[in-house]
């Protein structure tokens, strides 16, 4: 079978710690309710100078874009009961090294789940493709998205003049916390 119709592999559904909330690939099926969660979240992505693409995101930017093999990257919808709240992606750099993004959408920030999404993409990277090295860019600014990372084991290793780099070595694999109670 030619490489041009050789159907995409779609990477296993990921479990998270808390209720209802799992990884999910993001497809182009996904096209029509991740653009309604881009636009209802255009000020929140590009409020600190990142995410700007999809800030000015149109449907056919979305549905370009989720056209588009991911290639050996994995590109997951973060969903709550089922309803797309956010992405995140393991970008494939160098492997065993690769990098992260991931964004929620702001009704949904605060309450744990970038947290416990960051948790089982990493363990699923360390774990299923051996990943030994996770960085991270965090505009300056994004206090939030830093402590997440600090919490995960992440250590800050380079600044630059608009973000800092943060690094997970596999000796640092995401601290497992267990389901949060009320």
Not at 37 to 63: F, I, K, M, P
Not at 78 to 83: A, P, Q, V
Not at 111 to 126: I, K, N, P, S, W
Not at 164 to 179: A, D, K, M, N
Request: aromatic share 8%; glycine share 10%.
């Amino acid at each position: 079978m030619p490489a041009t119709t050789m159907p995409r592999r779609r990477p296993p559904d990921l479990p998270t710690r808390l209720p209802g909330l799992i990884l999910r690939a993001l497809t182009p099926e996904d096209a029509d309710a991740y653009y309604a969660l881009l636009d209802r979240n255009r000020r929140h992505l590009s409020r600190l100078g990142d995410y700007q693409e999809e800030g000015d995101a149109t449907r056919a930017w979305v549905r370009n874009e989720l056209d588009q093999d991911p290639g050996p990257h994995l590109r997951y919808g973060i969903r709550l009961d089922g309803e797309l709240i956010g992405r995140i992606d393991l970008i494939a750099v160098d492997p065993p090294r690769y990098g992260t993004g991931y964004w929620l959408g702001q009704d949904h920030t605060g309450a744990g789940r970038a947290t416990a999404a960051c948790e089982a993409l990493f363990d699923y990277a360390v774990r299923a493709l051996g990943a030994t090295d996770i960085f991270a860019g965090v505009t300056h600014g994004n206090d939030r998205s830093a402590a997440l990372l600090r919490r995960l084991g992440f250590e800050p290793v380079a600044d630059f003049a608009h973000y800092t780099r943060f690094r997970l070595t596999r000796g640092q694999s995401p601290p497992r916390r267990g389901i949060e109670t009320v």
